[in-house]
């Protein structure tokens, strides 16, 4: 069966930046998406197109079609007081905030000043351009639920809305 929207994959992966450092890896056939419902990367969901089991795929994917260029409007320093008072705060911490749009947004702490906290609320793979190597574990059709739902279901996952 060929990976097309509207089909689950399971994948093994290997994902490296542009120093060959290792980002993330999965290698034992648990990371499963649903293709076309906007679980994974632009670029690498197009990679895998019409891939089957099997198949694998070595792709280099621009910062465009992963997580974006770097904004430099989402970097800005904030008062101390927009922190846990209790918390000593050091770069490399991230935070629950929210956009000026009212959005869930995590947030990286790159710089503690003495006039605020300097905060980044890019993802921290923006700008990052990134090397996959991939492998096709499986392909099936989706279930009903897992279309509605856009996302796949592991076995055992308690039903939800």
Do not use: C, W
Request: aromatic letters at 4%; a negative charge.
């Amino acid at each position: 069966m060929q990976l097309t929207k509207n089909t689950v994959a399971t994948i093994n992966y290997h994902l490296k930046d542009d120093d060959g450092n290792t980002i993330d890896q999965s290698s034992d056939g648990s990371f499963s998406y649903l293709h076309g419902a906007n679980n994974i990367i632009p670029g690498l969901e197009t990679a895998l197109e019409g891939k089957q089991a099997g198949d694998e795929v070595a792709v280099t994917i621009e910062p465009a079609e992963a997580y974006g260029e770097k904004q430099l409007e989402n970097i800005q320093k904030v008062p101390r007081e927009m922190f846990p008072e209790d918390v000593e705060i050091k770069p490399g911490m991230q935070f629950n905030a929210r956009s000026a749009e009212g959005q869930p947004l995590t947030v990286t702490v790159t710089a503690v000043e003495d006039d605020g906290i300097v905060v980044d609320g890019n993802h921290p793979l923006a700008g990052v351009r990134l090397h996959f190597e991939v492998k096709v574990v499986d392909v099936r059709e989706a279930s009903n639920e897992e279309l509605e739902h856009g996302h796949v279901h592991t076995p055992g996952e308690e039903n939800h809305g």
